[in-house]
């Protein structure tokens, strides 16, 4: 759930999501689930040449199964806070498996 309660920080930030299919979209992040679905809005695809038929669209939702990378903007990622919240979820599941 980690990264779920990340990327929620990410909304209302651009992003690039690169798809399965070797396309990518820049956008702002609108919404975000569980499952990785994401919303965009003001989208721009980077090859626009190569997929013109998308050059019309302004807004996608994109299904998580179909999501390859996101490429984050470097400034909008506080890596400390996300390092700290990484070695407490690493602790609670050493724990857990302690415990059997």
Do not use: C, W
């Not at 390859?68 to 700290?84: M, Q």
């Amino acid at each position: 759930m980690l990264f779920f309660s990340f990327f929620k920080t990410l909304v209302d930030h651009e992003v690039t999501v690169e798809l399965k299919n070797d396309i990518q979209i820049k956008g702002v992040l609108k919404s975000v689930d569980q499952y990785l679905n994401i919303k965009l809005e003001n989208i721009q695809v980077l090859e626009e040449v190569k997929y013109p038929h998308l050059s019309a669209v302004k807004n996608v939702f994109i299904r998580g199964s179909v999501v390859r990378y996101v490429h984050l903007p470097a400034a909008a990622v506080d890596t400390t806070l996300l390092e700290d919240a990484t070695r407490r979820e690493a602790a609670q599941a050493a724990a857990k498996a302690k415990q059997g």
